[in-house]
Protein backbone atom coordinates (compact mmCIF):
# COMPACT_ATOMS: atom_id res chain seq x y z
CA UNK A 1 0.00 0.00 0.00
CA UNK A 2 1.20 3.16 -0.47
CA UNK A 3 1.68 5.85 2.76
CA UNK A 4 3.85 8.34 0.74
CA UNK A 5 2.38 11.43 0.17
CA UNK A 6 0.63 11.97 -3.01
CA UNK A 7 2.38 14.73 -5.57
CA UNK A 8 -1.16 16.02 -5.55
CA UNK A 9 -1.20 17.15 -1.70
CA UNK A 10 2.82 18.17 -2.11
CA UNK A 11 1.05 21.89 -2.01
CA UNK A 12 -0.77 21.11 0.92
CA UNK A 13 2.26 19.51 2.61
CA UNK A 14 3.97 22.71 2.22
CA UNK A 15 1.23 25.13 3.37
CA UNK A 16 1.11 23.25 6.45
CA UNK A 17 4.92 22.73 7.10
CA UNK A 18 4.62 26.73 6.37
CA UNK A 19 1.39 27.57 8.47
CA UNK A 20 2.87 25.59 11.79
CA UNK A 21 6.88 25.58 11.79
CA UNK A 22 7.16 29.74 10.20
CA UNK A 23 3.72 30.62 12.42
CA UNK A 24 4.76 29.53 15.96
CA UNK A 25 8.37 30.48 15.18
CA UNK A 26 6.50 34.25 14.55
CA UNK A 27 4.29 34.09 17.35
CA UNK A 28 6.57 33.26 19.87
CA UNK A 29 9.32 35.81 18.62
CA UNK A 30 6.33 38.34 19.17
CA UNK A 31 5.83 37.25 22.17
CA UNK A 32 9.46 37.74 23.48
CA UNK A 33 9.60 41.18 22.07
CA UNK A 34 6.22 42.15 23.90
CA UNK A 35 7.79 40.83 27.40
CA UNK A 36 10.88 41.60 29.00
CA UNK A 37 13.17 38.25 29.67
CA UNK A 38 12.01 37.81 32.92
CA UNK A 39 8.49 37.44 32.10
CA UNK A 40 9.46 35.73 29.04
CA UNK A 41 11.68 33.11 31.27
CA UNK A 42 8.05 32.54 33.25
CA UNK A 43 6.23 32.26 30.43
CA UNK A 44 9.15 29.90 28.52
CA UNK A 45 8.51 27.40 31.92
CA UNK A 46 5.30 27.21 31.32
CA UNK A 47 6.12 26.23 27.42
CA UNK A 48 8.33 23.58 29.19
CA UNK A 49 5.67 22.11 31.44
CA UNK A 50 3.59 21.64 28.43
CA UNK A 51 5.82 20.14 25.97
CA UNK A 52 5.83 16.65 28.71
CA UNK A 53 2.40 16.88 28.35
CA UNK A 54 3.07 16.82 23.98
CA UNK A 55 5.76 14.10 25.09
CA UNK A 56 2.69 11.57 26.24
CA UNK A 57 1.12 12.04 23.35
CA UNK A 58 3.65 11.51 20.61
CA UNK A 59 5.41 8.86 22.66
CA UNK A 60 1.97 6.85 22.96
CA UNK A 61 0.05 7.93 19.77
CA UNK A 62 2.10 9.55 17.00
CA UNK A 63 5.45 7.68 17.31
CA UNK A 64 3.80 3.95 17.10
CA UNK A 65 1.17 5.38 14.92
CA UNK A 66 3.89 6.43 12.69
CA UNK A 67 5.76 2.42 12.60
CA UNK A 68 2.41 0.83 12.59
CA UNK A 69 0.25 2.18 10.24
CA UNK A 70 2.56 1.90 7.43
CA UNK A 71 2.91 -1.85 7.91
CA UNK A 72 -1.06 -2.60 7.89
CA UNK A 73 -3.11 -3.16 4.86
CA UNK A 74 -5.20 -0.59 3.22
CA UNK A 75 -8.38 -2.03 4.89
CA UNK A 76 -6.92 -2.54 8.42
CA UNK A 77 -5.62 1.69 8.12
CA UNK A 78 -9.12 2.69 8.23
CA UNK A 79 -10.12 1.04 11.48
CA UNK A 80 -6.85 1.59 12.78
CA UNK A 81 -7.29 5.45 12.28
CA UNK A 82 -10.72 5.45 13.98
CA UNK A 83 -8.95 3.71 17.17
CA UNK A 84 -6.13 5.84 17.09
CA UNK A 85 -8.33 9.17 17.00
CA UNK A 86 -10.45 8.00 20.01
CA UNK A 87 -6.69 7.23 21.79
CA UNK A 88 -5.70 11.08 20.82
CA UNK A 89 -8.64 12.23 21.76
CA UNK A 90 -9.38 10.98 25.38
CA UNK A 91 -5.61 11.71 25.77
CA UNK A 92 -6.02 15.71 24.69
CA UNK A 93 -9.04 15.89 26.37
CA UNK A 94 -7.32 14.19 29.80
CA UNK A 95 -4.89 16.75 29.53
CA UNK A 96 -7.09 20.02 28.65
CA UNK A 97 -9.45 18.91 31.88
CA UNK A 98 -6.66 17.92 34.04
CA UNK A 99 -4.65 21.84 33.73
CA UNK A 100 -8.32 23.64 33.29
CA UNK A 101 -9.41 21.92 36.90
CA UNK A 102 -5.85 22.40 38.49
CA UNK A 103 -6.25 26.17 37.78
CA UNK A 104 -9.44 26.86 38.98
CA UNK A 105 -8.45 24.74 42.47
CA UNK A 106 -5.49 26.70 42.72
CA UNK A 107 -7.05 29.80 42.00
CA UNK A 108 -9.85 29.41 44.69
CA UNK A 109 -7.55 28.34 47.73
CA UNK A 110 -5.09 31.01 46.78
CA UNK A 111 -6.61 33.57 45.12
CA UNK A 112 -6.51 34.63 41.18
CA UNK A 113 -3.61 36.52 41.85
CA UNK A 114 -1.76 33.99 42.66
CA UNK A 115 1.56 33.94 40.51
CA UNK A 116 0.80 30.27 40.40
CA UNK A 117 -2.28 31.12 38.56
CA UNK A 118 -0.54 32.78 35.66
CA UNK A 119 1.80 29.39 35.34
CA UNK A 120 -1.35 27.69 35.00
CA UNK A 121 -2.10 29.76 32.23
CA UNK A 122 0.80 29.17 30.69
CA UNK A 123 0.91 25.70 30.85
CA UNK A 124 -3.01 25.95 29.38
CA UNK A 125 -1.69 27.95 26.10
CA UNK A 126 1.54 25.23 25.89
CA UNK A 127 -0.57 22.13 26.00
CA UNK A 128 -2.87 24.26 23.56
CA UNK A 129 -0.11 24.80 21.17
CA UNK A 130 1.61 21.43 21.49
CA UNK A 131 -1.32 18.96 21.21
CA UNK A 132 -1.69 19.67 17.72
CA UNK A 133 1.50 18.61 16.33
CA UNK A 134 0.93 14.64 16.95
CA UNK A 135 -1.96 15.54 15.58
CA UNK A 136 -0.86 16.40 12.36
CA UNK A 137 1.40 13.51 12.22
CA UNK A 138 -1.52 10.94 12.95
CA UNK A 139 -3.09 12.77 9.70
CA UNK A 140 -0.35 12.48 7.48
CA UNK A 141 0.14 8.47 8.42
CA UNK A 142 -3.74 7.78 7.51
CA UNK A 143 -2.80 10.29 4.09
CA UNK A 144 -5.17 13.04 5.22
CA UNK A 145 -2.75 15.80 4.39
CA UNK A 146 -5.69 18.29 3.36
CA UNK A 147 -6.76 18.11 7.44
CA UNK A 148 -3.55 18.76 8.56
CA UNK A 149 -3.33 22.01 6.30
CA UNK A 150 -6.49 22.99 7.04
CA UNK A 151 -5.81 22.54 10.89
CA UNK A 152 -2.37 24.16 10.61
CA UNK A 153 -3.75 27.38 9.03
CA UNK A 154 -6.92 27.78 11.36
CA UNK A 155 -4.54 27.57 14.36
CA UNK A 156 -1.73 30.04 13.39
CA UNK A 157 -4.75 32.63 11.76
CA UNK A 158 -6.44 32.30 15.74
CA UNK A 159 -3.03 32.91 17.16
CA UNK A 160 -2.37 35.77 14.59
CA UNK A 161 -5.47 37.65 15.26
CA UNK A 162 -5.14 37.30 18.96
CA UNK A 163 -1.46 38.28 18.93
CA UNK A 164 -2.49 41.74 17.29
CA UNK A 165 -5.92 42.32 18.97
CA UNK A 166 -5.35 40.85 22.35
CA UNK A 167 -1.57 40.95 22.06
CA UNK A 168 -0.68 44.15 21.58
CA UNK A 169 -3.58 46.21 23.38
CA UNK A 170 -3.57 43.81 26.89
CA UNK A 171 -0.28 42.36 26.73
CA UNK A 172 1.76 43.95 29.47
CA UNK A 173 -1.60 44.37 31.72
CA UNK A 174 -3.80 41.03 31.20
CA UNK A 175 -1.45 39.14 29.09
CA UNK A 176 -3.61 35.70 30.59
CA UNK A 177 -6.10 36.90 28.20
CA UNK A 178 -3.55 36.25 25.18
CA UNK A 179 -2.20 32.85 26.35
CA UNK A 180 -5.84 31.35 26.98
CA UNK A 181 -6.89 32.44 23.29
CA UNK A 182 -3.37 30.81 22.22
CA UNK A 183 -4.64 27.86 24.23
CA UNK A 184 -7.91 27.31 23.45
CA UNK A 185 -7.23 27.88 19.21
CA UNK A 186 -4.69 25.24 19.61
CA UNK A 187 -7.03 22.41 21.15
CA UNK A 188 -9.90 23.60 18.91
CA UNK A 189 -7.14 23.23 16.10
CA UNK A 190 -6.03 19.82 17.31
CA UNK A 191 -9.80 18.62 17.57
CA UNK A 192 -10.69 19.82 14.03
CA UNK A 193 -7.73 18.56 12.57
CA UNK A 194 -8.73 14.80 14.38
CA UNK A 195 -12.46 14.84 13.24
CA UNK A 196 -11.52 15.59 9.21
CA UNK A 197 -9.43 12.84 8.96
CA UNK A 198 -11.69 10.60 11.10
CA UNK A 199 -12.85 7.71 8.89
CA UNK A 200 -17.06 8.09 8.25
CA UNK A 201 -17.68 4.31 8.10
CA UNK A 202 -15.70 1.85 9.07
CA UNK A 203 -15.85 -1.84 10.36
CA UNK A 204 -14.38 -3.13 13.06
CA UNK A 205 -11.21 -4.48 11.77
CA UNK A 206 -8.99 -2.78 14.06
CA UNK A 207 -10.32 -2.70 17.59
CA UNK A 208 -9.67 0.39 19.83
CA UNK A 209 -8.10 -2.25 22.68
CA UNK A 210 -6.03 -3.87 20.02
CA UNK A 211 -4.83 -0.10 18.85
CA UNK A 212 -4.10 0.39 22.40
CA UNK A 213 -2.22 -2.42 23.25
CA UNK A 214 -0.25 -2.32 20.71
CA UNK A 215 0.59 1.65 21.41
CA UNK A 216 1.63 0.81 24.81
CA UNK A 217 3.76 -2.02 24.20
CA UNK A 218 5.81 0.03 21.67
CA UNK A 219 5.27 3.28 23.01
CA UNK A 220 6.21 2.23 26.55
CA UNK A 221 9.98 2.87 26.57
CA UNK A 222 9.61 5.59 24.00
CA UNK A 223 7.61 7.62 27.11
CA UNK A 224 9.86 6.51 29.68
CA UNK A 225 13.00 7.76 27.38
CA UNK A 226 11.14 11.04 26.65
CA UNK A 227 9.67 11.23 30.23
CA UNK A 228 13.83 11.08 31.58
CA UNK A 229 15.00 13.55 28.49
CA UNK A 230 12.25 15.73 29.69
CA UNK A 231 13.62 16.16 32.72
CA UNK A 232 17.44 15.58 31.92
CA UNK A 233 17.67 18.21 29.32
CA UNK A 234 15.15 21.06 31.20
CA UNK A 235 17.21 20.01 34.30
CA UNK A 236 19.54 22.72 32.93
CA UNK A 237 17.55 25.73 32.37
CA UNK A 238 15.80 24.79 36.11
CA UNK A 239 19.09 25.15 37.76
CA UNK A 240 19.79 27.85 35.34
CA UNK A 241 16.12 29.53 36.53
CA UNK A 242 17.04 28.93 40.30
CA UNK A 243 20.47 30.28 40.55
CA UNK A 244 20.26 33.34 38.02
CA UNK A 245 16.68 33.94 37.85
CA UNK A 246 13.77 33.54 35.23
CA UNK A 247 15.97 36.60 32.92
CA UNK A 248 18.34 33.78 32.47
CA UNK A 249 15.86 31.24 31.12
CA UNK A 250 14.04 33.88 28.92
CA UNK A 251 18.01 34.84 27.42
CA UNK A 252 17.88 30.99 26.64
CA UNK A 253 14.27 30.45 25.16
CA UNK A 254 14.56 33.80 23.03
CA UNK A 255 18.29 31.96 21.58
CA UNK A 256 15.95 28.62 21.19
CA UNK A 257 13.43 30.34 19.00
CA UNK A 258 16.04 31.79 16.52
CA UNK A 259 17.86 28.67 16.52
CA UNK A 260 14.53 27.13 15.88
CA UNK A 261 15.03 27.38 12.01
CA UNK A 262 16.63 24.54 11.76
CA UNK A 263 14.17 22.58 14.15
CA UNK A 264 11.79 23.56 11.06
CA UNK A 265 13.82 20.80 9.40
CA UNK A 266 13.12 18.02 12.37
CA UNK A 267 9.31 18.73 11.89
CA UNK A 268 9.21 18.37 8.61
CA UNK A 269 11.15 15.06 8.47
CA UNK A 270 8.85 13.94 11.67
CA UNK A 271 5.70 13.88 9.67
CA UNK A 272 7.62 12.08 6.63
CA UNK A 273 10.56 10.36 7.06
CA UNK A 274 9.49 7.67 9.90
CA UNK A 275 5.94 6.77 7.77
CA UNK A 276 8.30 6.27 4.99
CA UNK A 277 11.12 4.43 6.63
CA UNK A 278 7.93 2.10 8.08
CA UNK A 279 6.98 1.63 4.84
CA UNK A 280 10.18 0.61 2.94
CA UNK A 281 11.17 -2.14 5.49
CA UNK A 282 7.57 -3.46 4.98
CA UNK A 283 7.83 -3.46 1.20
CA UNK A 284 11.37 -3.73 0.51
CA UNK A 285 13.34 -4.64 3.75
CA UNK A 286 15.67 -2.91 6.75
CA UNK A 287 18.57 -2.20 3.99
CA UNK A 288 15.93 0.01 1.63
CA UNK A 289 14.60 1.20 4.85
CA UNK A 290 17.90 2.13 6.28
CA UNK A 291 19.48 3.28 3.04
CA UNK A 292 16.51 5.89 2.91
CA UNK A 293 16.96 7.51 6.31
CA UNK A 294 20.81 7.80 5.50
CA UNK A 295 20.17 9.74 2.47
CA UNK A 296 18.24 12.24 3.75
CA UNK A 297 19.85 12.28 6.81
CA UNK A 298 23.08 14.10 4.80
CA UNK A 299 21.13 16.17 2.98
CA UNK A 300 19.00 17.49 5.73
CA UNK A 301 22.10 17.80 8.14
CA UNK A 302 24.35 19.27 4.88
CA UNK A 303 21.16 22.05 4.94
CA UNK A 304 21.27 22.20 8.39
CA UNK A 305 24.83 22.84 8.86
CA UNK A 306 25.08 25.91 6.25
CA UNK A 307 22.35 27.52 8.20
CA UNK A 308 24.05 26.94 11.68
CA UNK A 309 27.06 28.59 10.12
CA UNK A 310 25.50 31.53 9.80
CA UNK A 311 24.13 31.31 13.13
CA UNK A 312 27.24 31.54 14.67
CA UNK A 313 29.03 33.98 12.47
CA UNK A 314 26.48 36.84 13.02
CA UNK A 315 25.13 35.37 16.36
CA UNK A 316 25.26 39.09 18.31
CA UNK A 317 23.85 40.94 15.58
CA UNK A 318 20.85 38.41 14.64
CA UNK A 319 19.59 38.76 18.94
CA UNK A 320 19.80 42.57 18.61
CA UNK A 321 17.96 42.39 15.17
CA UNK A 322 14.97 39.75 16.09
CA UNK A 323 14.46 41.16 19.75
CA UNK A 324 16.06 44.12 20.66
CA UNK A 325 19.41 45.55 21.51
CA UNK A 326 19.28 44.43 24.93
CA UNK A 327 19.56 40.93 23.80
CA UNK A 328 23.04 41.69 21.53
CA UNK A 329 25.41 40.52 24.44
CA UNK A 330 23.44 37.24 24.52
CA UNK A 331 24.71 36.27 21.28
CA UNK A 332 27.17 33.49 22.02
CA UNK A 333 23.83 31.78 24.02
CA UNK A 334 22.51 31.67 20.47
CA UNK A 335 26.05 30.12 18.51
CA UNK A 336 26.11 27.35 21.49
CA UNK A 337 22.07 26.91 21.18
CA UNK A 338 22.20 26.36 17.22
CA UNK A 339 24.87 23.82 17.62
CA UNK A 340 22.59 21.85 19.69
CA UNK A 341 19.99 21.97 17.04
CA UNK A 342 22.49 20.83 14.51
CA UNK A 343 22.99 17.73 17.04
CA UNK A 344 19.52 17.08 17.53
CA UNK A 345 18.97 16.41 14.16
CA UNK A 346 21.53 13.76 14.29
CA UNK A 347 20.15 12.37 17.71
CA UNK A 348 16.52 12.44 15.62
CA UNK A 349 17.80 10.02 13.13
CA UNK A 350 19.26 7.47 14.84
CA UNK A 351 15.98 7.63 16.85
CA UNK A 352 13.94 6.88 13.37
CA UNK A 353 16.14 3.87 12.71
CA UNK A 354 15.41 2.23 16.12
CA UNK A 355 11.96 2.95 15.52
CA UNK A 356 11.22 1.73 12.81
CA UNK A 357 12.82 -1.96 13.55
CA UNK A 358 10.53 -1.58 16.26
CA UNK A 359 13.96 -1.61 19.06
CA UNK A 360 13.20 1.30 21.53
CA UNK A 361 15.07 0.20 24.46
CA UNK A 362 18.48 1.50 23.32
CA UNK A 363 16.60 5.36 22.98
CA UNK A 364 15.68 4.46 26.85
CA UNK A 365 18.72 3.12 27.98
CA UNK A 366 20.67 6.51 26.37
CA UNK A 367 18.37 8.80 28.34
CA UNK A 368 19.30 7.19 31.67
CA UNK A 369 22.66 7.59 30.79
CA UNK A 370 21.46 11.66 30.05
CA UNK A 371 19.74 12.11 32.89
CA UNK A 372 23.15 10.58 35.31
CA UNK A 373 25.18 13.09 33.43
CA UNK A 374 23.19 15.98 33.63
CA UNK A 375 22.20 15.45 37.47
CA UNK A 376 25.60 15.47 38.51
CA UNK A 377 26.83 18.37 35.89
CA UNK A 378 24.29 20.71 35.53
CA UNK A 379 24.77 22.55 39.06
CA UNK A 380 28.36 23.04 38.91
CA UNK A 381 28.31 24.42 35.36
CA UNK A 382 25.75 26.38 35.99
CA UNK A 383 27.64 27.77 38.80
CA UNK A 384 30.77 28.16 37.34
CA UNK A 385 29.91 29.60 34.39
CA UNK A 386 26.29 30.84 34.53
CA UNK A 387 23.99 31.16 31.12
CA UNK A 388 27.19 29.87 29.10
CA UNK A 389 27.49 26.95 31.46
CA UNK A 390 23.79 25.95 30.53
CA UNK A 391 24.01 26.35 27.01
CA UNK A 392 27.85 24.08 27.07
CA UNK A 393 25.32 21.86 29.06
CA UNK A 394 22.38 21.21 26.72
CA UNK A 395 24.82 20.79 23.74
CA UNK A 396 26.68 18.33 25.52
CA UNK A 397 23.21 16.37 26.35
CA UNK A 398 22.58 16.28 22.57
CA UNK A 399 26.61 15.21 21.76
CA UNK A 400 26.03 12.76 23.88
CA UNK A 401 23.42 10.79 23.32
CA UNK A 402 24.55 11.23 19.42
CA UNK A 403 27.36 9.45 20.31
CA UNK A 404 25.65 6.65 22.39
CA UNK A 405 23.01 6.03 19.84
CA UNK A 406 25.70 5.59 17.31
CA UNK A 407 27.05 3.20 19.37
CA UNK A 408 23.94 1.52 19.80
CA UNK A 409 23.16 2.02 15.80
CA UNK A 410 26.59 0.43 14.64
CA UNK A 411 25.64 -2.61 16.59
CA UNK A 412 21.89 -3.17 15.63
CA UNK A 413 23.09 -2.85 11.80
CA UNK A 414 25.55 -5.63 12.46
CA UNK A 415 23.02 -8.00 14.02
CA UNK A 416 20.71 -7.18 11.28
CA UNK A 417 23.38 -7.98 8.80
CA UNK A 418 23.96 -11.26 10.07
Given at each position: ?36 P ?18 A ?80 R ?26 I ?11 E ?10 L ?53 G ?112 F ?18 M ?45
Open positions: MNISIPKSNRILTLIDQAANSGGNLLLTIIIARLLNSDFGFYSIGLLLGMLSMECQTLVAAPAQTIGPKLSADQLKGYCRSTAQLSLFLASMTAIAIFCGTIIYGFIYGLEAPLVKGFLYLLAAAGMQLHLWARIAYVCNKITAAAIGSSFRYFIHLIAAFIGYANFKNSPLHLIALGVSGIAAFLTTFLWWPAKVRENFPFLLALKKHLNFGKWLFGAAAINWFGSNWFIAITTMMGTASIGVLKAAQNIAGITGIIVQIMENVVPIKAARLMANKGTKASFQYVMRIGSLTIGTGSIITFFLVIFSSDIMALVYTEAYRKFGFVLALVSITYIMSLVVFLLKVIRTVEIVRPIFITQILIAITLSSAGKLVSHYGILGAAIGLMLVQFVSALVLSIFACHLIKQLEY
